[in-house]
C-alpha cells in the first residue's frame, strides 16, 4: 500500500540533476525515489537534534559526532 505523499520543490545542482537521472536511466528506480532515501538519510544523521521519546535514565547529551555533522547555521546556508 502505498503511503500518501505531499509535493514540495527543491532545487539542485545541474550536476546533481545529471547524476540523479544517470542514476535513473541505469536502474529504473524513479529520481524522486532517490530524493526521498536521501532525505531520509539526513534524517537519521540529525537524529540527536530532532524531539524524541524521554527514557526514564539520563543519557547522556549527544552532539554532533565530527564537524561535519554539525546543523547548519544561516550563515551557512546560501541560496544558489
Not at 29 to 46: C, H, M, N, S, T
Not at 67 to 72: C, F, N, T, V, Y
Amino acid at each position: 500500500m502505498s503511503r500518501k505523499k505531499i509535493s514540495t520543490t527543491v532545487y539542485i545542482t545541474p550536476e546533481q540533476n545529471d547524476r540523479l537521472h544517470l542514476l535513473h536511466t541505469r536502474t529504473q528506480v524513479p529520481v524522486a525515489v532517490y530524493i526521498r532515501e536521501g532525505i531520509d538519510l539526513v534524517l537519521k544523521r540529525y537524529e540527536h537534534a530532532l524531539p524524541g521519546q524521554m527514557t526514564l535514565i539520563d543519557a547522556p547529551k549527544r552532539g554532533p559526532k565530527k564537524k561535519d555533522d554539525a546543523l547548519p547555521t544561516d550563515e551557512s546556508v546560501k541560496p544558489g
